[in-house]
């Protein structure tokens, strides 16, 4: 446990569970996505869905989608800037079995130049967050390193491919984790690293024949 994990992030309240992993969950969403958001479905699961609303869990999920930070003014006023943004978005209470984490949330987003995604992630207290699921590839990740993510074909020789770039601009790999549903098929890779992913080195893993997609992802702790 660390200091961040004892007072909690700087935010708009009123919970940092609630309110701003929720932020912070929207925000990894966006950021995934690649682009700007412009229809969501969302599903509550849980406390979210309980107690969210009370809490302005909604409006701080569509604040994350908008890019905001955690103690951004503006969120309580997110639906009416998401208005203005174009932002089309629905919420809807979900059951996803009592194995998954009370605060979890699922966004079915498609974005301004008519990307789409689906994820699923939860606010595990203090303003902490995981993923756990992108487009259906089960996946951990809690946004505290910068991190790039690919959607690739699974195939020898595209993990060394990738890994051997960032080793070529002396980006240290912290933890990886792929993920993929059969063996040769599509896949999903996680590579958390120090410090951070400069524009060329996603620029590089995207140019490759095996990347479907490649993104950076910033640290989600302010």
Known sequence: MNLFDVIGPVMIGPSSSHTAGAV??????RELLGEPVIA??????????RTGKGHGTDRALIAGLLGWQTDDDRIPRAFEFAQQAGLVFHFE???LGDSAHPNTVVFALKGKNDGVLRITGCSVGGGRIRLTEINGFPLELTGDFA???TLHQDRPGVIHTVTGILAARAVNIAEMR????????????????D??????V????A??????AARRLNPVVE
Request: with cysteine; aromatic share 4%; charged share 20%.
């Open 202 to 205: 996603v620029a590089e893993v």
């Open 207 to 212: 140019a490759l024949p095996q990347i479907f």
């Open 178 to 193: 792929v993920s993929r549903r059969k063996r040769g098929s599509t896949a999903v890779m996680v590579i958390d690293v």
């Open 195 to 200: 410090g951070m992913i400069s524009d060329e």
């Open 24 to 29: 912070r969950l929207g925000r990894l969403a």
């Open 93 to 95: 209470t979900i059951c």
């Open 40 to 49: 969501a479905d969302i599903g509550l699961h849980g406390s979210f869905a």
């Open 147 to 149: 991190a790039l993510v």
